[in-house]
């Protein structure tokens, strides 16, 4: 079977012969290396990179690389990359992972050209066309509205980020529409992608995460009491402002409780490059008095993840919006004590009181009254991480998953 990828972002043992550099350890990679040990599967990846490149990972595996502009930008020519590719390779399976990328559609136009959309997947990440209108959520709107010199300059404010977001979605429907099988993992994803195509066929699969995270398990004795660790605080999306707020309820209880986050510290950043967003954030802190209660890990590879996750007390997922958010997933393999927002998919992922806790998004009072409660849990969380670890081996069997996913290929093969 000839088995076509097209990948949102370059797998990292594609950049590994590129450019001679470690790739970032992405998900994705995990579910390549199993398909590369299929005997009867010749793979091509397409990815995007700044430059043309062709190669090979061995002699049943090579790649295309194709330039590309902003996720929203629509470029007709790469129909024609795309349609002379098809033509040299003759794939029996294209499977396109994510919807939410111009390139999604380029590819689907082609195939639609080509007569080839029956044998098109496309796999469900995130969705920008509902995200969009979850993209701000518990901001102000005086902060929505503002903008620092950096947001002018890349005409980059929140309104302007949603609105990306918003167009990426347009391109997103697009595609939904016209393709005819759709893979995905949870009921969010389901309902959603009925939503543009109910007569698409919805195949599931859940997803293989990256290595590190089926390799140690978390200990009450070993973590750093009444820390909180969050897996990020770049967009709003991503509700940090919600756990801000969740962080000055819970110091009042726990003074000695402290926050960890990948990425530069938003206190540290220049006003030439400090963004509304996080002007809005730095605000919260000060007024909350948690500027030493915050501790910024920069950039983090997957082992440094899997550290982040293991020495803290809970891990939390404030976001306003997922699918199925894989920081959650690799916190539940762990088994560390998950308190997470109710959105998207995440009932799909989590038991509520059993294997974490699940509190409504909005309400950062909820999230701050699971957090107290881990916390005084001490080592009886020990059962609920075990608990949430047992489910997550399931759900993220890459034995499991990877039959699933073969026997989609061998579906729209025939």
Known sequence: ???????????GSVKQVITGKEGNGLWVDHVLQDLRQQEDLEIRIFCPYKKEKTGNLDNRCSFRTFRTKLPYQYLPELEEWFAAQLKE????VIHIWGTEYAHTLAMVNTAEKE???????????????IYAGHYAEGVPSNVIRSATLRDVLRRDAIPQQQEKFRLRGELEIQALQKVGHVIGRTDWDRACTALFNPSARYHFCNETLRPPFYQEEWSYDCCKKHRIFASSCVYPVKGFHYLLEAMAEVVRHYPDATLA????????VGALRQSSYQKYLAKLTCQYGLEDKIEFLGSLSGDGMKEAYLQANVFALPS??????????????????????DVGGVTTMITHRKEGFVYQST????LAHYIKEVFAMEDAAVAMGDAAREHALKTHDPETNLRDLLNIYKELAK
């Not at 990948?262 to 206190?267: C, D, V």
């Not at 306003?320 to 560390?336: C, D, K, Q, R």
Request: contains cysteine; charged residues 10%; proline residues 8%.
């Open 89 to 92: 390779f003759q794939p029996d």
């Open 320 to 341: 306003t919006i997922e699918n199925s958010p894989n920081s959650l997933g690799e916190a539940m393999l762990l088994g560390v004590p998950c308190v997470s927002a």
């Open 1 to 11: 079977m000839k088995l076509l990828w097209l990948c949102n972002m370059m797998p």
């Open 115 to 129: 007569n080839l959309l029956d044998r098109i997947a496309v796999s469900i990440q995130g969705l920008c066309s």
């Open 261 to 268: 986050v990948p990425g530069k510290s938003y206190l540290k």
């Open 363 to 366: 309400a950062s009072y909820m």
